[in-house]
């Protein structure tokens, strides 16, 4: 019912930059909160950075400063702007979206195929 297609990953070389976006489509209402998470070669998903429809935001500790997390509504798509990255950057990036399919309906969450970004020199 609800698609997530991620786009702008890749490879880039340490202190590089990428721009990371995600845009849902489908049967949507309304999207609550949307945010990105990674998972590492031979590690866990971890949290990166979340954002609220009112534009608040949450980011992991290891990302502050350097990774950008925003969205715009009217095109219900979520950024993730990356700065100076790092080799420990390296990990499958996948969007997540809470999203509600009709008014005052459940919201459920939804996860996009995954983007590979490689930072390496």
């Known amino acids: 019912q609800v698609q997530l297609v991620e786009s702008g990953g890749g490879l880039v070389q340490p202190g590089g930059s990428l721009r990371l976006n995600c845009t849902a489509s489908g049967i949507i209402f309304s999207i609550n909160r949307m945010g990105w998470y990674r998972q590492p070669p031979g590690k866990q998903r971890e949290l990166v950075a979340l954002i609220t429809s009112a534009g608040s935001t949450n980011s992991a500790d290891a990302v502050k400063g350097r990774l950008t997390i925003s969205r715009d509504n009217a095109k219900n798509t979520v950024y993730l702007q990356m700065n100076s990255l790092k080799p420990e950057d390296t990990a499958v990036y996948y969007c997540?979206?809470?999203?509600?399919?009709?008014?005052?309906?459940?919201?459920?969450?939804?996860w996009g195929q995954g983007t590979q970004v490689t930072v390496s020199s």
């Open positions: 997540n979206a809470e999203v509600r399919a009709i008014p005052r309906g459940i919201p459920r969450d939804y």
